[in-house]
């Protein structure tokens, strides 16, 4: 393995060349089944054939013009993903390149339509214990986990933690006068795959919309049908209606593995960015752009929604049929599945690359929080594949 990288990765001992469906092939040509995608970005599986004829045909026509100018790639991919996002209440979106930038830019909103329209002071954003939203300095100050701002302070000021499902801290901590934006992960996922109940939610999008605060839902790794709904948080309801956000963030997924993010926004906040207040280089590439355009004619129909929640259901249902002794619990909503084991998940993570030595073929599975494992399987993966992954997941406890 190459070490010029700096060494900020906990790397495993596999260098892959290629990837085929739901497979990845190493520089010796073995074979890994991948529960992981990338982490939730290769959501038509690898090399899926309409995808790579999108990127190659917009590469061979131009790479980027920049936002002194538009394309009508990325015209047409905004103008489909605003509408897969209509359900959510989405009005205007601004495209860039990750996660982390996209929920910078939420921030950005939340704080500019508070000014605006309350003065200073009330710049406060809300997220969750336990929370993940990114990497970045404001990002990590927007992430309620003490481990990841070890070393790196100090920190963006106006951000406070509660815990997840807690409403009458959340009541508490949605102070009219200091608070601007509320931004939740509809379901958790770094740190262990946890989906907000629904009395939470109901009691969000209430206090949000009472009190004036952006309700935001970074949707980044939950998002684009990952849970068998275009968005996570149309399965939640509001006064007997699906809950519409004022603001949604999407990455991973979003452009099935070439880097793009992006910030949505709904009636109240589609025009609070003006001109200058915000851009990115690489934002709204068109190869970006005509890889989204796959994924969404893809992935927003809803015959293919529902297979991705009955492939989920199906894989829940097998894992807790084992009545594993390693396995404590099993959650998670469509193809974004925790499992409580009774061990640390790195080794097991090791041990089914490893597989690939003895057996025909390695598994590729993720960790989230210490002893959870996290599978995020491509949604293309065939019930074939997921039969085999779980017999190899089993193998592994
Ligand atoms: C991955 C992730 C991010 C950060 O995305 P990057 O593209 O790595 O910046 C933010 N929020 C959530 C929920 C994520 O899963």
């Known amino acids: 393995m190459n070490n010029v990288f700096m060494k900020n990765f906990h790397r495993l001992p596999v260098v892959f060349a290629r990837g085929e469906g739901s497979w990845l092939f190493d520089t010796n040509n073995k074979k890994y089944l991948d529960f992981g995608s990338g982490i939730a970005v290769n959501c038509l599986g690898h090399a899926y054939p309409p995808l790579v004829k999108a990127i190659t045909e917009q590469a061979a026509k131009c790479c980027q013009v920049s936002n002194y100018y538009q ?30 930038e996209a929920n910078e830019a939420a921030c950005k909103i939340a704080r500019k339509y508070s000014l605006k329209k309350y003065g200073p002071g009330r710049h406060t954003i809300v997220t969750l214990q336990g929370s993940f939203h990114g990497r970045t300095i404001t990002m990590l100050a927007a992430t309620g986990q003490d481990h990841f701002h070890k070393d790196f302070g100090p920190f963006t000021e106006g951000f406070s933690y509660i815990p997840g499902n807690d409403i009458a801290a959340l009541e508490k901590a949605l102070d009219q006068k200091t608070v601007a934006g509320l931004l939740l992960e509809t379901v958790q996922g770094e740190s262990g795959v946890r989906p907000l109940s629904k009395e939470f939610m109901e009691a969000a999008a209430r206090l949000c919309a009472e009190r004036d605060i952006l309700l935001m839902f970074d949707e980044i790794q939950c998002g684009v049908g990952r849970t068998g709904s275009f968005l996570a948080f149309e399965q939640y309801h509001y006064n007997g209606k699906p809950i519409k956000a004022d603001v949604v963030t999407l990455a991973k997924s979003l452009a099935g593995g070439l880097p793009a993010g992006a910030v949505l926004a709904g009636e109240k906040a589609a025009d609070v960015f003006e001109v200058g207040d915000h851009n990115s280089t690489f934002g709204g590439n068109p190869v970006a752009a005509a890889a989204g355009m796959v994924v969404l004619e893809t992935v927003n129909n809803p015959a293919f929604l529902a297979e991705i929640t009955r492939k989920g259901e199906k894989i829940i249902a097998a894992i807790r049929s084992w009545n594993h002794p390693a396995i404590s619990e099993v959650r998670g909503r469509g193809l974004m599945i925790g499992i409580d084991i009774d061990r640390e998940a790195w080794p097991v993570l090791e041990a089914g690359v490893a597989l690939a030595h003895e057996n025909q073929y390695g598994l590729l599975l993720l960790a989230a929080g210490k002893k959870t494992l996290r599978l995020l399987p491509p949604y293309t993966i065939s019930d074939k594949e997921i039969d085999q992954g779980l017999e190899l997941l089993k193998k592994l406890l």
């Open 71 to 100: 394309t009508n790639t990325a015209a047409a991919f905004a103008e489909k993903l605003v509408a897969a996002c209509a359900p959510g209440g989405m009005k205007s979106l601004f495209l860039g390149n990750s996660g982390a």
